[in-house]
């Protein structure tokens, strides 16, 4: 289900793009600082709770999605990637997956879900760079993907505008739980594998 396994595809979509960040000298760390200021734009969007503002808050995700892959295309091009680089890009990624979820839960007062959806996601992205850790390689595969989360909460901003209430519950809270059920088994579907792997190499 991950669209992870579309990154080939999407790299050679983005070189355009590249192209255009190093002609104006957009350096990788800058476009990931941009990318999570327009998470936390998003955040901002989705806590107004109107049509309006949902669309805009999904329009900012699908940004932040896809600045999220432009800063490492970049830093491949202008050989200057590193694990400095890497790690800033890490943390920003994990507070956008934060204030996002933060700002869905707050835009229709759901905490409890919030916290759920939040502790999923995170559990996810750490057993992600945890089997790296192990010498395993690092790990997207799974149910769901960051790549995946970031288009749903885009499609489901705007699709929330139109139809705000199914089966007595908002589309937003059906979204937080969604991800709090797949984040967390995602999670320990990524911790099986390694842990076979790791059993299979002893």
Do not use: C
Not at 16 to 21: E, R
Not at 150 to 170: E, K, N, Q, R, T
């Amino acid at each position: 289900m991950t669209l992870d396994r579309l990154r080939p595809l999407a790299a050679r979509m983005l070189r355009p793009f590249v192209v255009l960040a190093v002609r104006f000298g957009l350096t990788p760390d800058a476009i990931s600082v941009l990318a999570f200021v327009l998470a936390v734009a998003a955040a901002g969007a989705f806590y107004a709770g109107s049509a309006a503002w949902d669309v805009a808050g999904a329009v900012l995700v699908f940004l932040n999605g896809w600045l999220d892959l432009l800063d490492g295309a970049v830093a491949r091009e202008t050989d200057v990637d590193s694990k400095g680089g890497d790690l800033l890009d890490h943390v920003l990624d994990r507070y956008a997956d934060v204030v996002i979820l933060a700002g869905l839960a707050a835009g229709v007062d759901s905490w409890l879900l919030g916290f759920a959806a939040v502790t999923g996601v995170l559990l996810t992205s750490y057993l992600g760079t945890q089997i790296q850790a192990v010498g395993l390689g690092r790990q997207y595969g799974g149910l769901l993907g960051r790549a995946d989360r970031l288009a749903l909460v885009g499609i489901v901003g705007v699709l929330s505008s139109v139809i705000p209430v199914v089966g007595g519950f908002s589309l937003v809270a059906w979204l937080l739980g969604f991800f709090a059920v797949v984040g967390h088994l995602t999670a320990l579907q990524r911790f099986w594998g390694a842990w076979g792997d790791l059993r299979e190499s002893a």
